[in-house]
Nanobody, 125 residues
């Protein structure tokens, strides 16, 4: 059974940085693209960033481009999201997810099948 466990969220001030981690277990992590999504209060879940199985491709939502960096360590079965210059509008529950098919790549939520429980990020102004 695949498990994804996020950590690293918290309460920070605008302009601060955080690094989220997502530890995976239950299947060959290095064969699957990973993504980060978020759900802000009163809004639908949205794409934040994705990284291919080997780290060779990454994509970002326009709202975080230049501020957030997704990376992965396949030896540790962990994907990271480094968030710099945080803004109050980044406040959300952040979820990591694993794409459905090995070696596939997607930025679309419907192509991800396993999800973590989420970690809260709150940015105060």
């Amino acid at each position: 059974q695949v498990q994804l466990v996020e950590s690293g969220g918290g309460l920070v001030q605008a302009g601060d940085s955080l690094r989220l981690s997502c530890a995976a277990s239950g299947r060959t992590f290095s064969s699957f693209a990973m993504g980060w999504f978020r759900r802000a209060p009163g809004k639908e879940r949205e794409f934040v960033a994705a990284i291919s199985w080997n780290g060779g491709r990454t994509d970002y939502a326009d709202s975080v481009k230049g501020r957030f960096t997704i990376s992965r360590d396949n030896a540790k079965s962990t994907v990271y999201l480094r968030m710099n210059s945080l803004k109050p509008e980044d406040t959300a529950v952040y979820y990591c997810a694993s794409v459905v098919r090995a070696l596939a790549y997607s930025i679309y939520e419907s192509n991800y099948d396993y999800w973590g429980q989420g970690t809260q990020v709150t940015v105060s102004s």
